[in-house]
């Protein structure tokens, strides 16, 4: 099947689960990242991190090992599970310059600085680590967020913000985490819809 017989069948079986707009993964009212929106701004900031973790987590729901993946386009080493991999050390990246952790990459070596995308290979073992470790970073960080109220607290870790590495405060942190979130949902629109066709919000 060449691939615009497969990007036809995937658009006819289209997976979903929405009886109001059948493009979209799940009606409105049962989107489960929609709540009431938080008054204040620690409670926006919070919300919106939240969100963008759950976008990610719908946009990889249902595939198998060889599904999540799935490269996008040659030359591209991107998949699915390589956003998984990268976002769990993002979620890490975050505490070692705002908490000072002692947090080293997770997959990113001398010899291979891309690693979290190329070691993203379809095995069941490697889905189920990145799940698991993906979900042990953000529990890490949410831990670290619990501890500190205030969002002018300054890093104290080596930042590297910018091209000259400004410090920062954790509203700064986590404005560039929620960027980074948001930047990366988009890349898993395009790779889940050339999977099995699903788009939506």
């Excluded at 995308?117 to 889905?127: F, I, L």
Aim: glycine residues 8%.
């Amino acid at each position: 099947m060449d691939p615009q017989e497969q990007a036809e069948e995937a658009l006819t079986t289209r997976w979903t689960q929405s009886t109001v707009f059948p493009d979209m993964w799940a009606d409105p009212d049962d989107d489960p990242r929609e709540t009431e929106t938080p008054s204040d701004e620690r409670g926006l900031l919070l919300d919106y991190l939240r969100y963008y973790r759950l976008t990610l987590e719908m946009k990889c729901g249902g595939l198998d090992a060889e599904q999540i993946a799935r490269r996008s386009a040659p030359p591209s080493t991107m998949s699915l599970l390589g956003l998984v991999r990268h976002l769990a050390d993002g979620e890490r990246h975050l505490r070692r310059v705002m908490a000072g952790e002692d947090a080293p990459d997770l997959y990113r070596t001398e010899e291979d600085r891309d690693a979290e995308w190329n070691g993203a290979v379809a095995d069941p073992a490697v889905v189920e680590d990145a799940w698991r470790t993906w979900h042990a970073e953000m529990d890490a960080t949410d831990r670290y967020l619990d501890g500190v109220p205030d969002l002018g607290t300054w890093n104290a870790g080596a930042s590297d913000f910018g091209p000259e590495g400004a410090d920062l405060q954790l509203r700064d942190a986590l404005v560039g985490q929620i960027v980074e979130y948001a930047r990366h949902c988009g890349h898993a629109d395009i790779l889940r819809e050339r999977i099995d066709g699903r788009v939506g919000q």
